[in-house]
């Protein structure tokens, strides 16, 4: 299997890594490490995926820097030294964070022992007086390996709890006050992680699609932000260690090449598609209404804040273009606390421009959750443009605050949430790992509000506005991109990723999903005048984004239905499976930097195999079109398999 750094040479350099993944360079190297019978492996500063052949005991240990408005401050390694050996190590380096008035240097020193004995030590200095929301270790839990499984916390104040890690999303807190956790990991094999140096407590990070529990410090009853003073020293330690006998080490299963399985006995219905209308305020052009009319989307969403002026030009634009596109509107309405006057005014303007609106979904601009006082009154308005249009709410933001404090459920004909992969991780690894989460987050919420249709509104890479905040954002640095913009966006791991998640959402039962924008740096295609800072966010002017073609084969595919399937590794390779009939399609994504071989278990016939990877995207995306009248490579299976070699974050 080649490595990133052969892969970047093979794809020749910058410009190729920023069409694979959005970046000039390629993802860093990870190293891999032992701890008697544990693998692991060190990345920037953080361990990963800790595991006893091969099933994850953790998922992830590090140390992060919180800015006041809980901004992830990144950090510099510096002086790394690591000393592997076949079954310890011992890794030391510098991180420095600096940004605006944060300047915070912390050492850390990670020892593996023969005997499966990790510890981690932080010790850290304040170099400047500044403001924080929480600085220190995180260590992440895997969800598949724990959720429902017996968990034995150990408190602060010596007392030990026994419990059930949640299985569905949990909405509070699971144990606070923590000194140490301990999980089974294979029958008389426990894993205890213990904390010193801070008070720690642990969240369901599923409730941002994270895909763990995070135990972490400082506890949230704490009032933050808080000032932090030069000179000050925070230190803190993390230890890891094995309880039983560690069974024999068997080869790790990390190599074995992924299968692909599909289940047709389990069925769901395709999720309704849309977009979002596009942010930078510019019409669409008519090469744009073209290509988007080939998208056979569902609706496009619009924002309206009713107590802002310019909402009633915002509604015209958007069903001017909706109307040229032929789908119909999902109108996000904004209200104050005079709701009754907004909502006539709306009422009014429908009257005017007479749109053709698919679903009302109401906000009130002052609260997380819409709360019943102004859902009444929106049942008791919006019936007077359409009675047949349904009204829904629920969140602007996350699922955690919809798990919180659920919708009136009486009032409402549907409930919403919208996601994003980064609020606390930004490598590609990270958002790969949310996908499975976001499919937790519909299981929860069908569960919490009995089956209630869902629509996840919208689905971005980078969340739009911060809901945290606690002060104003620092202005940005110049030629730095907007905290909205990722050029992951244009990049083929972009297709990839949004292949993993209409799967995941699609499977569990949503019943509309919206993405991103229609045109700009965070739509499904580039502008005719191309990105406003091409050197930070690399696009061809009027070209499509690779995830685009994404959107195209499910709107050649709108009567059919979603087969279960699964990955083996579904951190490496995931598909989504449809059929209209006794017609098939398998879509399949490779998340990896390099070249990844892949089973597709079930086929018994020979199919046809389209490719979109670095070979082929240039064509993809200037011609898309064309691009998609080909016809695809024939392949026969064998054995009632089908083996395919994948290109680095190819969708096929």
């Known amino acids: 299997m080649s490595t990133s750094a052969e892969a970047a040479e093979s794809a020749g350099g910058a410009e190729s890594w920023s069409l694979l993944h959005g970046r000039p360079e390629p993802p860093p190297e990870p190293v891999p490490l032992r701890a008697g019978p544990l693998s692991l492996l060190f990345e920037e500063g953080d361990l990963k995926y800790v595991c006893l052949s091969g099933r994850e005991v953790l998922r992830r240990v590090y140390a992060a820097v919180r800015d006041h408005n809980w901004g992830t401050v990144p950090g510099r390694l510096s002086s790394l030294r690591i000393d592997s050996r076949d079954d310890s190590f011992r890794v030391v380096y510098l991180s420095e964070h600096k940004q605006h008035d944060i300047d915070f240097v912390w050492r850390g020193t990670i020892e593996g022992a023969s005997d499966g004995t990790i510890r981690f030590d932080f010790d850290g200095e304040a170099k400047s007086t500044f403001v924080r929301a929480r600085i220190g270790f995180c260590v992440l839990h895997p969800i598949r390996e724990c959720a429902g499984r017996t ?98 080490v068997s080869a790790e299963a990390c190599d074995a090449v992924p299968v692909i399985r599909v289940d047709a006995s389990k069925q769901s219905p395709l999720p309704a598609l849309g977009l979002g209308c ?65 909502l006539k005014a709306l009422v009014e303007a429908c009257r005017r421009c007479k749109p053709a609106v698919r679903t009302w979904i ?33 969140t602007n933001v996350e699922f955690v605050d919809l798990n919180r404090a659920p919708p009136p459920y009486g009032l409402i004909d549907l409930a919403c949430y919208s996601m994003s992969p980064q609020v606390h991780a930004f490598d590609n690894d990270s958002l790969v790992e949310t996908l499975e989460a976001q499919a937790e987050t519909v299981i929860s919420a069908r569960a919490l509000l009995r089956d209630l249709p869902l629509a ?55 019943e509309s999903i919206t993405y991103y924008e229609t045109t700009g740096w965070r739509g499904v295609m580039e502008t005719r005048h191309g990105a406003p800072s091409p050197e930070r966010f690399p696009s061809i002017p009027g070209s499509v984004f690779p995830l685009y073609h994404l959107l195209a084969d499910l709107g050649e595919n709108l009567r059919a239905q979603v087969l279960a399937s699964s990955s083996s590794d579904p951190l490496r390779v995931e598909a989504l499976a449809l059929a209209d009939g006794t017609a098939h399609r398998l879509i399949v994504a490779n998340f990896r930097p390099h070249r990844q071989a892949v089973r597709i278990e079930g086929v018994r016939s020979a199919v046809r195999v389209r490719c979109l990877d670095e070979g082929s995207a240039l064509r993809a995306m200037t011609e898309p079109a064309a691009f998609r009248r080909e016809p695809g490579e024939e392949r026969t299976a064998a054995d009632g398999a089908l083996e395919l070699d994948l290109p680095p974050y190819a969708v096929i």
């Open 151 to 248: 968990c034995i916390a150990g408190h602060a104040d010596g007392t030990i709890e026994q419990g059930l890690w949640p299985k569905l999303v949990s909405a509070t807190a699971p144990f606070k006050d923590l000194s140490f956790l301990k999980h089974e990991v294979l029958p008389g094999l426990w894993a205890k992680v213990e904390f010193q140096g801070e008070v720690f407590e642990m969240e369901d990070h599923r409730n941002w699609t994270d895909c763990s529990y995070k135990t972490f410090c400082t506890p949230l009853s704490i009032p933050y932000p808080v000032e932090v003073k030069a000179g000050a020293r925070v230190r803190q330690t993390v230890t890891l260690r094995l309880e039983g006998k560690a069974p024999e």
């Open 278 to 342: 596009a942010s930078h305020g510019e019409p669409l052009h008519a090469s744009e209404i073209e290509r988007l009319r080939a998208l056979r989307l569902s609706h496009l969403r619009v924002d309206l804040h009713l107590s802002q002026a310019g909402w009633e030009s915002a509604l015209r634009q958007a069903w001017s273009e909706a109307e040229a596109v032929g789908v119909r509107l999902e109108a996000a309405v904004f209200v104050s606390d005079a709701a009754a006057v907004e």
């Open 362 to 394: 109401v906000f009130h601009e002052g609260e997380k959750v819409t709360g019943a006082r102004w859902l009444k009154l929106a049942r008791e308005i919006l019936p007077a443009c359409d009675p047949g249009v349904r009204i829904g709410s629920g």
């Open 456 to 510: 996840i509104t919208p689905v971005t890479l980078k969340r739009r506005f911060n809901p945290d905040a606690t002060g104003p954002e620092p202005p940005l640095a110049a030629g730095e991109l907007p905290p909205q913009v990722d050029p992951r966006q244009a990049s083929l791991f972009g297709a990839a990723w949004t292949l993993g998640s209409f799967k995941r959402l699609a499977e569990s039962g949503a």
